[in-house]
């Protein structure tokens, strides 16, 4: 076995800091989930839409996004500040001007700050957005929302230019997909216009549900007129509010999926499975049990799980985010399994990194266009009887829990690296696995 002939030789020297996970533990005991990245993002540039200041509670204050998002606002022009476990926010000051292309490369949210500054009529110059490297991340969307609402755009190979606000126009969007970033830049900008807009096919994940709601208790006029439709009545004024964002779904999945790599127990509090429901649909299926408590899902694994197909899909379909979770799964279960991504077109890098801890997955173009025109891939995973520890690279955000929570399964060590991906979404993934009794730490090497 490759990671035999490793041990023989001994473990290269890593020079950057990396996870280093002792796999073979069935988690077991009680967790909570901290707040959720991708809530707690978009809320704190809604927090920035006024002049009064608006507390958020439960934010993540440890993710790298989170702190490269605070001092992109605070170069707009905001007001930001941390004060014990509270993010204040207001936006009077904001200035728009040109961002820094650094601070707005590292996140796909400084794409909102187009939405804020359309807000405070500033013009502003975004440099390329960033965030994972997992597909051709488009933007022409929020283009579109902002000039039906009549602003003027550009595009060009630097950036995005917001620049004078066109009259406030009654408008009606439509989306050919929900985008959730999209749909968030146009509620942003139309939210103290002077007419009403109607935002069709827009995004309804829960994050989105959980922002107009801090967005409603600042004061923004915002109704469901349908399924997945959402009228804006502008408002004159947003005013100072406090509000809690939700716990991050996407962790409660991360701690089910390392659940049944490891054979274990866990209750996982603040958390229900009504905002996973595919996800759990899924999971029932291929043998874990996962049951609904009072504001806690309970998860046990049973017995070999089995291999069940997976389609990405927009909320409330299976989520992207959580399909590298998926496949570690699938990497043990007993058959094969196919995961068909449709959202977005390179989100499968991480399937190399755990085949070299002995997973046995081919990545093949599906024959399909993704949501953005791009050519889709379906991984095909064949189960094996077990992983083993190596050394590994965090792709990106899932993809480096991935290759955790397989580490947590597998046998013998393993070391991540990359570990500035992992840490954008996930801040506390030691303690947070420690606690089930995981053998998890991160090194950090001493510099020479
Ligand atoms: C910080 C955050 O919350 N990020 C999430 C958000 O990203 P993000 O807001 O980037 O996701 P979108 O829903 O906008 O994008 C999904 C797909 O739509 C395409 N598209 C998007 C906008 C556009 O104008 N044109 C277009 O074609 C994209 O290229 C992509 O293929 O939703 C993604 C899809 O659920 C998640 O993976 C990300 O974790
Ligand atoms: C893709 C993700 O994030 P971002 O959009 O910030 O890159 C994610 O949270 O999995």
């Known amino acids: 076995m490759l990671n035999e002939a490793t041990r023989k030789l001994g473990n290269p020297t890593i020079t950057e800091p990396y996870l280093q996970i002792?796999?073979?533990?069935?988690?077991?005991?009680e967790v909570s989930l901290p707040g959720a990245k991708n809530s707690a993002l978009p809320a704190i540039v809604a927090a920035c839409l006024s002049d009064e200041e608006v507390t958020l509670l439960n934010v993540p204050l440890d993710l790298n996004d989170v702190k490269q998002l605070i001092q992109l606002l605070r170069t707009a022009g905001a007001q930001v500040r941390i004060e014990g476990d509270s993010l204040i926010c207001r936006g009077d000051g904001w200035k728009g001007g040109t961002l820094d292309a650094q601070l707005a490369g590292k996140i796909r949210h400084s794409l909102l700050l187009i939405g804020a500054s359309a807000n405070w009529r500033a013009p502003l110059f975004l440099p390329l957005p960033g965030g994972c490297n997992i597909g051709n991340r488009k933007h022409d969307l929020h283009l579109l929302g902002l000039q039906k609402l009549g602003y003027e755009m550009q595009e060009s190979d630097l950036g995005l230019h917001l620049m004078e606000s066109g009259p406030d126009r009654e408008s009606v969007i439509e989306f050919h997909y929900p985008t959730f970033g999209g749909t968030l830049n146009v509620l942003f900008a139309s939210i103290r216009s002077e007419s009403v807009v109607l935002l069709k096919n827009a995004a309804k994940n829960p994050e989105i549900l959980d922002v107009i709601e801090l967005l409603s208790g600042m004061g923004a006029d915002i109704a469901?007129?349908?399924?997945?439709?959402?009228?804006i009545r502008g408002v004159s004024k947003l005013h100072a509010a406090q509000h809690t964002v939700m716990s991050d779904r996407i962790i409660a999945a991360t701690v089910i999926s390392a659940v049944g790599v490891t054979k274990g127990e866990v209750i996982i509090r603040n958390s229900t499975t009504h905002i996973l429901e595919s996800e759990v649909k899924v999971w029932r299926e291929a043998g874990l049990h996962i049951e609904e408590l009072d504001n806690a899902i309970a998860v046990k694994w049973t017995g070999t799980l089995q291999g069940v197909d997976v389609v990405t899909e927009a909320y409330p379909g299976f989520h992207t985010d959580i399909q590298p979770l998926h496949t570690v799964l699938m990497t043990t279960a007993a058959g094969s399994a196919t995961l068909k991504e449709t959202i977005l077109d390179g989100r499968f890098e991480y399937c190399n990194e755990l085949n070299k801890m002995g997973a046995n997955i081919r990545v093949v173009d599906g024959g399909f266009r993704c949501v953005n025109g791009a050519e889709g891939q379906i991984a095909d995973i064949r189960g094996v009887e077990s992983l083993y520890g190596t050394d590994v690279v965090a792709t990106d955000i899932r993809g480096g829990a991935a290759v955790a929570v397989a580490a947590l399964g597998a046998e013998g060590t393993t070391r991540i690296t990359n570990l500035y991906q992992l840490e954008r979404g996930y801040g506390n993934i030691v303690e947070l696995f420690n606690s089930?009794?995981?053998?998890?730490?991160?090194?950090?090497?001493?510099?020479?």
Do not use: N, Y
């Not at 002792?22 to 005991?29: A, D, H, Y």
């Open 22 to 29: 002792e796999g073979g533990v069935p988690l077991r005991g």
């Open 224 to 231: 469901w007129t349908d399924e997945s439709t959402i009228r």
């Open 436 to 448: 089930l009794g995981a053998r998890m730490k991160r090194v950090e090497p001493a510099k020479h």
